[in-house]
């Protein structure tokens, strides 16, 4: 059995970020009364907490107030999300992912969870209206709600999938994902871990995965 701990952004889905990041931005303006600087952040790989944290530095704001208030710009991204979100964002998935999500899932050998940077309800509300989402029980995974450091992610997928006592073996985990921080966070906790170059890397850039996909068609060929 492995357990298969799957990327959104660039991985499963393509262009769907407008939305998601003005939500966000609009959220950090809401609650801390700044302009997001023009100085540009690195957003690919990056949970949605640890971008909020990066943007509101440059604009000044001291840490402490940035963990003070960090619940309050969660839950306004989430709720800015969910009225900026398209209806639909089936034209998003990336090609080819159906088509593997409808392969793994009923295989005995597989269990497809996510591991993503997004907050949970952004996440779960993406891959809802991408068509995805039943691929992805509820109560598994990882998001970035459940930590700013990305790295820390895998072993809350693992606990979410045996137990506490009892993770999930890092061994029999496979992290998918088009960074080269999902091939950090998957080292970091001791995972196998596959890239995909769909995302804004390409297959040089993610050389530190055990195994680099140029589509989902031959990341389909890596995991059966």
């Not at 800015?80 to 392969?103: C, F, K, M, N, T």
């Amino acid at each position: 059995m492995r357990l298969l701990l799957f990327d959104i952004d660039g991985t499963l889905l393509r262009r769907a970020t407008t939305e998601h990041r003005a939500a966000l931005h609009g959220a950090i303006e809401e609650i801390h009364g700044v302009e997001i600087p023009d100085d540009t952040v690195s957003y690919a790989g990056r949970t949605d907490l640890e971008i909020a944290r990066a943007i509101l530095t440059l604009a000044g704001v001291d840490a402490a107030a940035i963990d003070a208030r960090q619940a309050a710009v969660r839950d306004a991204a989430c709720d800015r999300y969910a009225h900026l979100a398209p209806e639909s964002l089936r034209d998003r998935v990336a090609p080819g992912i159906p088509e593997l999500l409808d392969e793994l899932e009923p295989r005995p050998d597989v269990r497809l969870s996510l591991l993503t940077g997004n907050l949970e309800p952004i996440a779960r509300l993406k891959l809802r209206r991408a068509g995805l989402l039943h691929h992805f029980p509820a109560g598994q995974g990882a998001y970035g709600s459940d930590g700013e450091d990305r790295a820390t992610l895998p072993a809350v997928a693992r606990v979410r999938a045996g137990s506490r006592e009892l993770p999930f073996p890092a061994q029999d985990t496979v992290v998918i994902g088009d960074t080269p921080a999902d091939i950090a966070c998957a080292r970091a906790d001791g995972c196998a871990v596959i890239a995909v170059a769909t995302g804004p890397f390409d297959a040089d850039e993610l050389a530190g995965a055990d195994a680099v996909a140029d589509d989902a068609h031959g990341l389909l060929e890596l995991l059966v």
